[in-house]
């Protein structure tokens, strides 16, 4: 029962139908009619609540099920008891939050935040309430489940018609879903504007320039490089056309159009690598020689609308690049060894001239020990090379050996100087080695030449002063013959004196042809001939023991040489092999056209001018020489045979008879294994055709008058005496001057007998030529030790006239002067 007043109160009062029925109970003292009356009325009136109370039930219901049907929470709390305690929540609260309507009435909402306390949005509500206004709060709340959710709140006070606070409306919505799209979205823009920071970041620390292009050229990006290589600022970028900015050229110099331009073509939709441009920029007018390469950026329609361009400035490193090839291509290009070794001595850099000098190739010793071609006995020489450079030290110009890779011993010129880092700490050594081996081979043949030439200098000149003296010894040795017919006994004497001067007649022969000073008769002969005739001359002498074995070059041309001086020569080697083969072998002649080249040793060293020669190879197998004897072998007198086998001269005629014919000569030999003699004859295609005066012999045979011209005052004597012996009349000179006027005095000289070496500034050619300048008919004589004086003239066409060889005897004497009258003048 609900008391109304002192006298009236409503109680429900249980009817038939379903529904409570509410009666207004008033106390009051009634009579019974009036009581009637009342209660009548009082039905009446309480039918009236009734149906009053009906109604708002229903309406009540009604906004119930409104409220249930809003899609977000309602929630009603009192705010006229302590705490705002919830009275009212519809359904979509329930489904929220997952409570059910029962478990939150007269409870505080904020057991929804959990233990996450002092939230801004609460803080928020907490000052609205407290002020009794509106207001709007995203908070964290917590389901049923303990599942978390935002939730925003609308929290509304509600005043009654007086005025009154009674209630605070709250409208929730779970707004997770847009919270949560909106921190990943937060999210992503933090992301990228990292990610945009980075990028930059990372395009600034290229070295490369690059710059992202419009299709209008101007540049809408650029890092830190592209600022420097263009001569841009940030400032200055915006709306800076790229054309503005430089002109582009071929690496040949031609003008690039600009629509051929790598950022044109890459907004044509085409890629660029590594184009090679030169970019001229207008600001400085500064030349920069670029790799250029580009990507198009595509729009969603996959056209380019953007480019990027990167610019990569090569002009140092093509500087470098070309600086470094010119250099490696001189290193490479060297003959000489260029080699680098680090402090260990192990070998860095090889170039192609250490692979020709010692065989190995780089592959082979890069990262070996330099100590590989050195031979063992100068492994300490390296020591101390090495610690010399590490010290700082330089070597220059050393001569030593190294070892090839084949095992040969080579002559090597160093020069060894430190390789230092940026520091300037040492860190290796570099080397450059000259192979000297043949500079030292040429050296010790021109000393060896040099040596053969003093040896025959002083040789001919003892020979000539000792021929003079055998010339007086034979001529007087003639003479007196002839006083002493009938004694035998002196007869005797004259004749083993005779022997003996002949003896050394031929001795000095020899001599004089070791010096060069033989008396020769070059004629175009055949080299194969002359062979062939020694063979056969030579085949008793040789013996059954030793094989001879020829290989001859049949298409030889034919050779310039004095024929009989050449079979001389070969038989003296064939001999010479013999002798070196007492227990028999095999003698080997081989002759074949050989070209000389000018950077040949023997045109190096001067022996020969480069062109083509006659070869000849006389080879042994017989004992062989050793060095020392080799080096000594062509020295006249020197000889190993036994005192009474050999004279020493052989090999020095032989070295003579080559060189005066225009040739060199060569031994090789090894101690055991043999001999080989190989000497090179000049071609008679290349000697000019002398000019030969030719002679008739006259019929007349009847002897004139001569003059003999001799500084030689004993050999004037002789030939007088022997002119007398003949009945011719006859007169002497001293000397050329002297000559001329015994010919202006004696118009009859019809012969002049000459020496050719005289004193007197006039040799016998000069006083020939200058007497048949005046008297061309003149009969001449020469007489000479010395024939080569008469071959260096042999173009001369003086040389028509015989030589009479010194020393010269009377029946030679007297042949030449006849067989002189008997020829008739040159035609
Ligand atoms: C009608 C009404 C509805 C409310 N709804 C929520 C709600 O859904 N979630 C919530 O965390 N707080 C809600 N609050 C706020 C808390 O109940 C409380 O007022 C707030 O946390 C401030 O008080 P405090 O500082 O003591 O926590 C609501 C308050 C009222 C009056």
Partial sequence: MVLVSD??????????????????VLRRPLSSEALGVQLRQMIRSARVMENRYRSAVDELHRIRRIFDSVPVGISIADATLPDEPLVYVNSAFEKMTGYRAAEVYGR??????????????????????????ETRALLKNYRKDGISFWNDVLLSPFFDTSGQLTHFVGIQNDVTQEVDAKASLKHMERDLEETQLQLQAILDTMHDAVVVLDRGQNIVKMNESAARFLGLSERTLSSKNVEDTFEAYLPDGSLLPRDEWPSALALKGHFVQDSGIVIVRKDTGKSILAEVSTAPILNQA???????????????????????????AIVESSDDAIISKDLHG?????????????????????????????????????????????RGDTVEHIETRRRTKSGDIIHLSLTISPIRDANGKVIGASKIGRDITERRRLESQLHQSQKLEAVGQLTGGVAHDFNNLLG????????????????????????????????????????????????????????NESVHNVIALSARLIGPEIKIKSHLDPSLPAIFVDAAALESALLNLFLNARDAMPNGGSLNIMSELRQVRASSIPVQAGDLQAGSYAGISISDTGSGMSKEVLERAFEPFFTTKKRDQGTGLGLAMVYGFVKQSGGTIRIYSEPGFGTTVTFFLPLAETIPEPVVVPTRLAKRNSVGVVLVVDDELDLLEIAAAYLDGMECTHFEAVDGASALERIALHPEIELVVTDVIMPGGMNGFELAEKILQVRPEMKIIYCSGFPEDALAERRSPLMGAPVLRKPYQHVEFEEAVREAFAREEPA
């Fill in 108 to 133: 505080n909402c904020r057991f929804l935040q959990g233990s996450l306390r002092g939230q801004t949005g609460a803080l928020e509500i907490r000052e609205a309430i407290a002020e009794k206004r």
């Fill in 7 to 24: 006298q009236e109160a409503m109680l429900p009062v249980p009817l038939d139908d379903a529904d409570d029925r509410w009666f207004c």
């Fill in 472 to 527: 007086v010894i034979v001529g007087n040795l003639d003479l007196l013959e002839r006083l002493v017919p009938d004694n035998a006994g002196a007869l005797k004497r004259v004749r083993t004196a005779q022997k003996a001067a002949e003896r050394g007649a031929d001795l000095t022969r020899r001599l004089l042809a070791f010096s060069r000073r033989d008396e020769l008769r070059p004629t175009p002969a055949s080299l």
């Fill in 346 to 390: 192990l070998v860095t850099s090889w170039n192609s001239g250490a692979e020709k000098i010692f065989g190995y190739t780089a592959g082979e010793i890069l990262g070996q020990s330099i100590r590989l071609v050195i031979p063992a006995d100068l492994q300490r020489e390296e020591d101390e090379i090495l610690e010399g450079i590490r």
């Fill in 302 to 328: 996959g056209e380019p609308y953007l480019v990027t361009v990167y610019y990569r400035d090569v002009t140092e490193q093509s500087d470098i690049v070309r600086a470094h090839t010119r250099l490696a």
